[in-house]
């Protein structure tokens, strides 16, 4: 069965870097883009950014295109989500989702909750 | 980007009808067929209920239905079950920045 898995929680200092990992099971990786989503505490969805995962393009959120990377490793069945300069409003949970058609994510990673604090 | 506009909450009766509105531009909605509803109870991951404004994945049952008109997309959930209470989220293809979410909208089964 189609399965997202995530890496664990992550406690980071303002103006650090986390990058948080999805791995893919259950299908053919690089048949499917994967698009990562956070969601701040209490707060709505807020698309970050996608990936062409056959061959590695991608597109950013004009308010995180200076901060974000998203990278994968087709071998080992592997997105990554790389956020820099960490700030306090960053905290939220981090969301890893695989595209069915156009743009409807039909399977969703468990979730990462990444944690700004002094 | 500002966000796909949805009205706060909806609520309804076990039975009843229920028709979530989603309100975009000619940028995003008006123009593309690229709209999706997730439906996120609290604490976990959202789930697809319909994409490409009217498809529904499998195991999603027929009482959940998408349509659109203009700038403005449509989730309408009939036979309302308790089950069904949660946040609704749509969202859609934009050609300025990518992907775009709506505000979310809370269901209240009463």
């Known amino acids: 069965q189609v399965q997202l898995v995530q890496s664990g929680a992550e406690m980071k200092r303002p103006g650090a870097s986390v990058k948080v990992s999805c791995k893919a099971s259950?299908?053919?990786?690089?048949?499917?883009?994967i698009h990562w989503v956070r969601q701040a505490p209490g707060q709505r969805l807020e698309w970050m950014g996608w990936?062409?995962?056959?061959?590695?393009?991608?597109k950013y959120s004009q308010k995180l295109q200076d901060r974000v990377t998203i990278t994968r490793d087709t071998s080992a069945s592997i997105a990554y989500m790389d956020l820099s300069s960490l700030r306090f409003e960053d905290t939220a949970v981090y969301y890893c989702?695989?595209?069915?058609?156009?743009?409807?994510?039909?399977?969703w990673g468990q979730g990462t909750l990444v944690t700004v604090s002094s | 980007q500002s966000a796909l506009t949805q009205p706060p909450s909806v609520s309804g009766s076990p039975g009843q009808s229920v028709t979530i509105s989603c309100t975009g531009t000619?940028?995003?909605?008006?123009?593309?067929?690229?709209v999706s509803w997730y439906q996120q109870p609290p604490g976990t991951a959202p789930k697809l209920m319909i994409y490409?404004?009217?498809n529904r994945p499998s195991g999603v049952p027929d009482r959940f239905s998408g349509s659109k008109s203009g700038n403005t997309a449509s989730l309408t959930i009939s036979g309302l079950q308790a089950e069904d209470e949660a946040d609704y989220y749509c969202?859609?293809?934009?050609?300025?920045?990518?992907?775009?979410f709506g505000e979310g909208t809370k269901l209240t089964v009463l």
């Open positions: 989702a695989r595209v069915v058609g156009f743009g409807g994510l039909d399977y």
């Open positions: 259950g299908y053919p990786f690089t048949s499917h883009a």
């Open positions: 990936i062409n995962v056959g061959n590695g393009n991608t």
């Open positions: 000619n940028s995003d909605v008006g123009s593309y067929n690229r």
């Open positions: 490409e404004v009217t």
């Open positions: 969202s859609s293809y934009t050609s300025s920045i990518g992907w775009v």
